[in-house]
């Protein structure tokens, strides 16, 4: 039982490039978030998807695409990198939409120069 | 703007005391509520869960909420030297069923 697995680890975009970030949960959760940690600004929702099918914008959605493949799997794409997507990404998941106990993934570094 | 408020610290305890660690939260209408530990470079590790008044216990962790204060802590009794971690407390607003908002963290140094 892995329980939230991402990839890639670590990433260097070049201004203008695009990327997909992996997200993979084996816990049959409902529920699946991105998010974004940046120093002072805590972490922050990219995009959510509440169930298969579904997705739904968070607080910092500009930018960014998001794809809900399956229950499993879900990612997000970043269509033309900019310096500002400069962050360290984790993808979340949980068993129920309310109440809900988030479990997060290790995280993608990514720098984008 | 819903907002959770923590003392970014550090706060420094010595190994063996009591660590208290604080929350705020804007949203009166909050039902549920994180504590979160991570580690230098590492991701979140969910550590409690509250949603009603009071204190729960897990182990050497308390959470305490207040919702008429609009206030939640943790206390870590006999703090180790591998509790010191940045701390984040989330919560779950009213009307957003599926989305924390987190505070920035308290970063705790417990010492020897």
């Known amino acids: 039982n892995a329980g939230v697995t991402q990839t890639p680890k670590f990433q260097v975009l070049k201004t203008g490039q695009s990327m997909t970030l992996q997200c993979a949960q084996d816990m049959n959760h409902n529920s699946m978030y991105w998010y974004r940690q940046d120093p002072g600004m805590g972490l922050r929702l990219i995009y959510y998807?509440?169930?298969?099918?579904?997705?739904d914008k968070g607080e910092v959605p500009n930018g960014y695409n998001v794809s809900r493949l399956n229950k499993r799997e879900f990612s997000l794409r970043l269509e033309s990198a900019a310096p500002s997507q400069t962050s360290v990404y984790f993808c979340?998941?949980?068993?129920?939409?309310?109440?809900?106990?988030?479990?997060f993934g290790p995280g993608t570094r990514l720098t984008v120069t | 703007q819903k907002e959770v408020e923590q003392n970014s610290g550090p706060l420094s305890v010595p190994e063996g005391a009591i660590a208290s660690l604080n929350c705020t939260y804007s949203?009166?209408?909050?039902?549920?509520f994180f504590w979160y530990r991570q580690y230098s470079g590492k991701s979140p590790e969910l550590i409690m869960s509250i949603y009603s008044n009071g204190d729960k216990e897990d182990g050497r962790f308390t959470a305490q909420l207040n919702k008429a204060s609009q206030y939640v802590s943790l206390l870590i009794r006999d703090s180790q030297p591998s509790d010191s971690a940045t701390y984040l407390c989330?919560?779950?607003?009213?009307?957003?069923?599926?989305?924390?908002?987190f505070g920035t963290g308290t970063r705790l140094q417990v010492t020897l």
């Open positions: 998807s509440a169930s298969e099918g579904t997705t």
């Open positions: 949203d009166r209408g909050s039902q549920s």
């Open positions: 979340a998941s949980s068993a129920t939409v309310y109440p809900d106990e988030q479990y």
């Open positions: 989330a919560v779950i607003d009213t009307g957003t069923a599926s989305k924390l908002t």
